[in-house]
């Protein structure tokens, strides 16, 4: 299975990129931003990116909170949008 099909790292790439950008997601489905069921489809969304080498690359340089994910990023507005509410 390539990167592009594994559903665990994916989640984590997600988690990832919404903790650069300052939002958990855990918090957001708690509070009633997102469901259990948009979380599964940002998952299913990443799986279908290009981008899985540079995600990587770009959350292991990483270190804390930058305000913004890649301009590739298929969350970025989402993300974008949920920060504002947090």
Known sequence: MGVQGNVDLHFWITRGMARQMGV???EAIYDGLLTQA???E???RC????????????LS???GAVGAA?????HAG????LRLLT
Do not use: H, I, K, Y
């Not at 981008?51 to 770009?58: D, E, S, V």
């Not at 989402?78 to 949008?81: I, K, T």
């Open 70 to 74: 890649p301009d590739w990023c298929l």
């Open 38 to 40: 948009d979380l599964a």
């Open 61 to 63: 340089g990483s270190p």
């Open 78 to 81: 989402v993300l974008s949008e």
């Open 47 to 58: 799986r279908t990116c290009s981008g899985t080498q540079g995600c990587l690359a770009f």
């Open 42 to 44: 940002m998952v299913a």
């Open 24 to 26: 958990n997601l855990t």
